[in-house]
Structures are given as structure tokens and as C-alpha cells.
């Protein structure tokens, strides 16, 4: 059994002096260490080899649907604005052709344990499209029929109704995840999003009534005219719906990567003091109201999957967020969908033409990707141990990959004791532990393990790597 850990505790002048940019570690080595060089070839050879394993993995499935009918500002996805509905069904036309290209790689007794569609806006597409689309991801794979399989989709209330959930639930969807942000109006209208509570609420009403075993709400805290009684009456609501899972992402303002932003007024952002008010709000709020703190910006109720497999200790964190399916194999499928095969990372290209271009050629869409060496899975493992758990145990890593853990990571413990003198994380008998105030920076202390960072260019230089701020 996993160590229950505690709720976070909010301190203002730690989270200001350790925001700074760091990597999310939904994957390590993370997406900007993919290169070119991994191409169509060398996914092959891998998803060989997990073929060949004594015991192969399932395999989780995800399918990426980018269309938007329309911008919201806050925006740094990978989406394509469009009203063209034909548009979604050409895209599916590639993306089955795409999917009978990767099927035949992996064994057909292989089960797949996971399904999820993302965005963009996965309900872009209509009941029946998104239907035809499992149907054929069937017809590929062999999906599990123990009961055990999630399917989950992100959903905009704004473009869902309640029958429509009826027609995703009978397809095999059970799990659903809301975009919100905000119900300010005054917020909504600054990012573009105008969406109202009763819409909302039906949607997560109709989600139970058709025996979703799980709902998820999106909240964002740092939006331009964000206020702090704004932000507490959205958790109101939000609290009084009882989602089983809740997320609160920090807003990344980059408008020079996300051109939807620059419709954001800089003067309209909180200031750092009142962005770290928000989000000192929303924890206190949700750890109030029964929630347990998951760790990055997820909540959860205490008899929600991703609470139990904390506590059990096999939480696992990748590309959709934090998940209960550890041991499988991740294939993406879809513009921009990234797949970790084995010790590989691969990516298709992030554009559609390219994408379809390669689809046409007879060719796997590989845009990029990388081989995983020992020193790489080792190091994720750490990393995943961190982000998932907040605690590290030095001989259970040291026994698994045959290392002495003091000796591997030399460099990385000065750093480590810095933290610890900082209260970030506490030394003990087997390793050491985030404390309540290091659980809102667990990235940073992920930090001290990945290689890559050192090597990161300037931050003027025109190819260096870009982060989203830690806090």
C-alpha cells in the first residue's frame, strides 16, 4: 500500500520565489528533447519490440480531434478553428487510414485498456461520427471485457446536450471532462468563452443519469479579469456539483507562441500576488470540501480511481494527466498525438497537411521522436515517483535498476539539500518526502533529476525550449 499524502499547505513567498519555468513531466525526456531523427522506421522497431516482451502490455489509445468552432484566447493547444463540419469528416477518412497502418504492429491479444479523444473539441464531431470512430478502433484491437476499460472524452457543454450523452454512454464512454474555467461573466467575455451554469450543470446531470463513472470539471486560474470573489463563486458552484475529479490549471500567458492570446490585455491579467491568491483559494476551498489534492492541478474525491491508486501507490502520470493504467503502452493517433511505445517517444506532425501528406504517401505520420537509453528510463522512473507520490525511496530505485542511488545521483543532492533547507522536502530513513508546502512544487523538485536541462539554450535563443511557470 502507498503512503496517503498530506494536503498541500499554501505558502506565498516559497511559490514566488521558486516560479519559474519548468517542464509539466507529462513525459521525460519531454517533448522538446524529440528530434527528426526518430522517424516511421524506428517506431516499428520498438513496437516490435514490446511485442516480443514475456509479458506484453495492454495498450492505451488516444485519438486527437482538433477542430474548434471558435478561439478561446486562453488557448495553447494544438486546435484548427473551423465551422465546417465536413471538414471533421475528412479528417476521420485519414485518421482510419492512419490506425490501419499502426494496428498490425502490436499483437491482436494485446488488450487495450484506455481510450481517451482529446482536443481541440473531440465533440466537433457528432454522436455518430465519434461512434463510427470507436468502431473502428474495435475492428484494429482488441478491447478489454472485464469491465476494467476507461473511455473517456473531453467535452465543451457549449456544443453538448444531454442526449448526446445518452448516445456517447452506449457507445462505452464513462468518464467525461468539462471544460469550465470560469463562470465569471466578466471572464468569459475577456477569453471568449461565454458559457452558462445551467447548460453546464445539465451536462454533468446527464453524465450520471446515463452511468458515467466519472466526471471531471476545468477550471483556469489567472485569467484576464479574474477576481478573487469571481473565482470563489465559480467554486461554489463547481462544489456544489460534486464533480469526482476537479482541475485547476495556471494560465501561461505566451502570446508569442499562442496567437489567440495577444487578444488578452496584459492589463487585464492578475498581478502574481493576486494570481497566487486564486490559487491559494481554490485549494483551500476544494481540500474544504472533502477533496484530496493529487498533486499538479488535480483534485479528486477520496473514493475516486485516482485517490485510491495514490494511496495504493501505483498512480501514473503521462500525456492525458494522471491515470490509472501504469503498465501500458500509449499510441497516439491524430495531428500532433504523441505515442510512448517501449522506451520510445514519437510524435506525429502538428499540422494537418503534413500529417495527411505522410497518410497519403503510404507512410506512418512520424514528425519526430526519441530512443529512451537506461539513464533516461531511470530517470522518468524517479521523475514519476515524484510527480505521482512526492516521495522517493532510494533503494527501491537503486534494487530496480542496480544503481547506488547516492552515487547516480551525486549531483543532484546538493540540490536536493538546498530544497530541504528551503522546507520544500524532508530527508528520512529510505529517501525523502515532499512536505505539505512541496507538494505545490513538485516540479521543481523533479527538476534536480532531468539531464536535459542543463543543456537548455539561453532563453533568447531562437530554438530554446519553452515552459509553462511552475506555478
Not at 15 to 26: A, F, K
Not at 53 to 64: I, K, M, T
Not at 100 to 123: K, Y
Request: with cysteine; net charge negative; charged share 25%.
Amino acid at each position: 500500500m502507498g503512503i496517503v499524502s498530506p494536503s498541500p499547505l499554501f505558502d506565498a513567498d516559497l511559490l514566488r520565489r521558486y516560479d519559474t519555468p519548468g517542464p509539466r513531466y507529462t513525459s521525460y525526456p519531454t517533448a522538446p528533447q524529440f528530434s527528426a531523427r526518430f522517424g516511421a522506421e524506428q517506431l516499428r522497431t520498438h513496437a516490435a519490440a514490446t511485442n516480443r516482451q514475456d509479458h506484453a502490455r495492454p495498450l492505451s489509445l488516444y485519438v486527437h480531434v482538433p477542430f474548434c468552432t471558435s478561439p478561446c484566447f486562453y488557448c495553447g493547444c494544438n486546435r484548427v478553428i473551423t465551422r465546417d463540419k465536413a471538414r471533421g469528416e475528412l479528417y476521420l477518412d485519414y485518421l482510419y487510414r492512419e490506425i490501419a497502418r499502426m494496428a498490425p504492429l502490436f499483437d491482436s491479444g494485446r488488450p487495450v485498456v484506455q481510450l481517451h479523444f482529446g482536443g481541440g473539441t473531440p465533440n466537433f464531431l457528432t454522436p455518430a461520427q465519434i461512434a463510427d470512430c470507436v468502431a473502428e478502433l474495435r475492428s484494429q484491437f482488441s478491447f478489454a471485457t472485464d469491465g476494467s476499460m476507461d473511455f473517456s472524452i473531453e467535452l465543451d457543454p457549449r456544443f453538448v446536450t444531454p442526449a448526446d450523452i445518452g448516445e456517447l454512454a452506449r457507445v462505452g464512454f464513462n468518464r467525461a471532462s468539462l471544460g469550465v474555467q470560469d463562470f465569471d461573466p466578466d471572464v468569459q467575455k475577456a477569453v471568449n468563452r461565454v458559457q452558462g451554469v445551467d447548460e453546464t450543470l445539465a451536462i454533468v446531470a446527464a453524465c450520471r443519469e446515463h452511468g458515467m463513472r466519472s466526471v471531471n470539471i476545468d477550471l483556469i486560474y489567472g485569467l484576464p479579469k479574474q477576481t478573487r470573489d469571481g473565482f470563489e463563486r465559480t467554486l461554489d458552484i463547481v462544489i456544489e456539483a460534486r464533480p469526482d475529479r476537479i482541475a485547476v490549471y495556471s494560465y501561461a500567458h505566451l502570446p508569442q507562441l499562442f496567437k489567440p492570446q495577444q487578444r488578452i490585455a496584459a492589463e487585464d491579467l492578475p498581478t502574481p500576488e493576486e494570481k497566487l491568491a486564486l490559487l491559494q483559494c481554490a485549494i483551500e476551498r476544494l481540500v474544504a470540501a472533502g477533496y484530496v489534492y493529487i498533486g499538479m492541478d488535480h483534485f479528486a474525491l477520496p473514493e475516486d480511481e485516482l485517490a485510491r491508486a495514490q494511496e495504493r501507490g501505483d498512480l501514473h502520470r503521462n500525456f492525458m494527466g494522471y491515470t490509472t493504467h501504469a503498465e501500458s503502452d500509449l499510441l497516439g493517433f491524430g495531428v500532433s498525438a504523441i505515442s510512448h511505445i517501449g522506451d520510445s517517444f514519437s510524435q506525429n506532425p502538428r499540422d494537418i497537411p503534413s500529417w495527411e501528406r505522410a497518410i497519403d504517401d503510404g507512410r506512418l505520420p512520424v514528425w519526430r521522436g526519441m530512443p529512451l537509453d537506461r539513464d533516461d528510463v531511470l530517470r522518468a522512473d524517479v521523475i514519476q515517483e515524484l510527480m505521482c507520490h512526492g516521495r522517493l525511496d532510494y533503494a527501491r530505485i537503486g534494487k530496480r535498476f542496480d544503481i547506488e542511488f547516492r552515487e547516480y545521483f551525486a549531483d543532484a543532492l546538493p540540490r536536493l539539500q538546498a530544497l530541504a533547507e528551503d522546507g520544500l522536502l524532508t530527508f528520512n530513513r529510505v529517501g525523502f518526502q515532499a512536505t505539505p508546502k512541496g507538494r505545490l512544487l513538485l516540479r521543481v523538485i523533479a527538476m534536480c533529476f532531468d539531464r536535459y536541462l542543463p543543456a537548455t539554450p539561453a532563453p533568447d535563443a531562437p530554438d530554446a525550449p519553452r515552459f509553462s511557470r511552475t506555478v
